[in-house]
Antibody, heavy 120, light 112 residues
Framework: QVTLRESGPALVKPTQTLTLTCTFS??????????VSWVRQPPGKALEWLAL???????YYSTSLKTRLTISKDTSKNQVVLTMTNMDPVDTATYYC????????????WGQGTLVTVSS | QSALTQPPSASGSPGQSVTISCTGT?????????VSWYQQHPGKAPKLMIY???KRPSGVPDRFSGSKSGNTASLTVSGLQAEDEADYYC????????????FGTGTKVTVL
């Protein structure tokens, strides 16, 4: 059974760095073809892809946010971590992690999401 | 990378069909057969409904179908049911030169 769960602070101040952790089970990120991605959704708005890390530790970022994002993995803990620097109120959103498997190109399993509010 | 364009809303009566369009460019939708569709109920995580333009994951009713022509992909929901009322998002792979994914602007489907 594949599950993903996001964790992190519910509230961050402007200019601070956000660190989110995706803890997953039911698969290994050391298996060829496996990837974990981060997607966010501001309240009432559309989904936005942020970053992806694959089994080979290759990392890919949204071009509009790449200077602020870092994605990493800890295979032994089954975790993927996303950091976003210089947070701003417009970054208020629900942040999801999602899996891509078997070298495919769709997000087949999603976490329940975690709401992050940026406010002083 | 600009978001894919979807109509803000679509509606139909129970039993009817509704089709949602998703327009991109030759760098995403038109360039790859890696368009997927997600259903999202309020307060819930997205759920994969269609992948690789027209394939259905196990457990997704065959009332849901997908297609693509040029830079525009489409999702059709036939035999609308009350539980189909949700937001729907398309997504496309955007290529290795500018690797990443792009999502659509989202469509609210209302069952009248």
């Amino acid at each position: 059974q594949v599950t993903l769960r996001e964790s992190g602070p519910a509230l961050v101040k402007p200019t601070q760095t956000l660190t989110l952790t995706c803890t997953f089970s039911g698969f290994s990120l050391s298996t060829s073809g496996m990837c974990v991605s981060w997607v966010r959704q501001p309240p009432g708005k559309a989904l936005e892809w942020l970053a992806l890390i694959d089994w080979d530790d290759d990392k890919y970022y949204s071009t509009s946010l790449k200077t602020r994002l870092t994605i990493s993995k800890d295979t032994s803990k089954n975790q993927v971590v996303l950091t976003m620097t210089n947070m701003d109120p417009v970054d208020t959103a629900t942040y999801y992690c999602a899996r891509i498997s078997d070298g495919d190109y769709q997000f087949d399993y999603w976490g329940q999401g975690t709401l992050v509010t940026v406010s002083s | 990378q600009s978001a894919l364009t979807q109509p803000p809303s679509a509606s139909g009566s129970p039993g009817q069909s509704v089709t949602i369009s998703c327009t991109g460019t030759s760098s995403d939708v038109g360039g790859y057969n890696y368009v997927s569709w997600y259903q999202q109920h309020p307060g819930k995580a997205p759920k994969l409904m269609i992948y690789e333009v027209s394939k259905r994951p196990s457990g997704v009713p065959d009332r849901f179908s997908g297609s693509k022509s040029g830079n525009t992909a489409s999702l059709t929901v036939s035999g609308l049911q009350a539980e189909d009322e949700a937001d729907y998002y398309c997504s496309s792979y955007a290529g290795s030169n500018n690797f990443g994914y792009v999502f659509g602007t989202g469509t609210k489907v209302t069952v009248l």
